[in-house]
């Protein structure tokens, strides 16, 4: 029994050893502080709300999560949109239109209802392969600000504007 509580303390005491800010002196310390390699690519939140539109389609260059939803084919172009296949025939997809939807990394699709994570927000897009899209609902910061791809949060950024993306700084 006595064992057990010694071995028990000693384990406690060597995982506070970490969280003690005395051991370490941090204002004399030459090393340099973690930076993130990459930069936030901003919009506007005006110009953000108003981005998602339908082009015409792109090639894949960064490809995300995959969705399929009847005879359509979505797939996500990371932080940019998603690609739409007309999926009829496995086979061979073929492109319809590009989706753009800046800062877009997930989708899910019920009904005829399409749901994107946009960056912070949550959209509601209603897709016809006639009519095109409208957006019929923003429901804003759902999502919390997208991280950079090594793992770090945007710090400084400007009231009214949302990371949509990052890029590696040179």
């Not at 792109?58 to 009847?70: A, E, H």
């Not at 753009?100 to 016809?128: C, F, H, K, W």
């Amino acid at each position: 029994m006595k064992k057990t509580k010694l071995l028990v303390l000693g384990l406690f005491l060597i995982c506070l050893q970490s969280c003690c800010p005395f051991l370490v002196d941090c204002e004399n310390s030459d090393d340099d502080p973690i930076f993130s390699r990459y930069e936030p690519v901003l919009l506007d939140r005006n110009n953000f709300e108003n981005s998602v539109s339908l082009k015409n389609p792109l090639s894949i260059t960064t490809s995300g999560k995959i969705y399929i939803k009847d005879d359509l084919l979505f797939i996500n172009e990371v932080h940019k949109g998603f690609h739409i296949y007309d999926n009829s025939d496995p086979t061979s997809p073929t492109p319809i239109k590009f989706l753009e939807a800046p800062g877009s990394t997930d989708l899910a699709i019920r009904d005829n209802m399409i749901y994107i994570n946009q960056a912070t927000d949550l959209i509601a897009v209603e897709y016809d392969t006639t009519n095109g899209i409208t957006l019929t609902k923003r429901v804003i910061n759902v999502f919390p600000e997208l991280r950079s791809p090594d793992g770090f949060l945007p710090y400084n950024i400007p009231e009214n504007n949302v990371v949509v993306g990052w890029t590696l700084i040179n």
